[in-house]
């Protein structure tokens, strides 16, 4: 394994060991940076989606706040338009900062097809 290799999967596990956060109630604040990263959705412990920010302007609170308005192709393909389902018990996400596009996308592509195989192809 590469020196890059080697670094996107210690930046996978600072990811999953990242705290999992509830989305806010109604009218309640998202607790998320206005900076860049990877991120991941859950429900309970099932990952059901992994994102990226792909330009830093206001970064992974922007890319959470699309998903719930329904403004998501993740919303609209997962939730059917309805991202006011986050705000039910049980879904959380998981943020990592991550200025570096390129580390970006290397751990978004890594997360994805660690934790959702089926997404690119491998398994139901």
């Given at each position: 394994?590469?020196?890059?290799?080697?670094?996107?999967?210690?930046?996978?596990?600072?990811?999953c060991?990242?705290?999992?956060?509830?989305?806010?109630?109604?009218?309640q604040?998202?607790?998320?940076?206005?900076?860049?990263g990877?991120?991941?959705i859950?429900k309970?412990?099932?990952v059901?989606?992994?994102?990226?920010?792909?330009?830093?302007?206001?970064?992974?609170?922007?890319?959470?706040k699309?998903?719930?308005?329904?403004?998501?192709?993740?919303?609209?393909?997962?939730?059917?338009?309805?991202?006011?389902t986050?705000?039910?018990?049980?879904?959380t996400?998981?943020?990592?900062?991550?200025?570096?596009?390129?580390?970006?996308?290397?751990?978004?592509?890594?997360a994805v097809?660690?934790?959702c195989p089926?997404?690119?192809?491998?398994?139901e």
């Amino acid at each position: 394994m590469n020196n890059e290799s080697q670094e996107v999967k210690v930046l996978f596990d600072e990811l999953c060991a990242q705290p999992k956060r509830s989305f806010p109630q109604y009218r309640q604040p998202l607790d998320a940076p206005l900076k860049p990263g990877v991120y991941i959705i859950r429900k309970k412990e099932t990952v059901l989606h992994v994102g990226r920010t792909l330009r830093g302007r206001y970064g992974i609170h922007r890319r959470l706040k699309n998903h719930l308005q329904g403004s998501s192709s993740f919303t609209n393909d997962y939730l059917k338009g309805n991202g006011a389902t986050l705000r039910e018990e049980g879904y959380t996400y998981q943020y990592l900062e991550l200025e570096d596009p390129r580390k970006r996308a290397l751990l978004e592509a890594y997360a994805v097809g660690t934790l959702c195989p089926v997404h690119i192809g491998l398994g139901e």
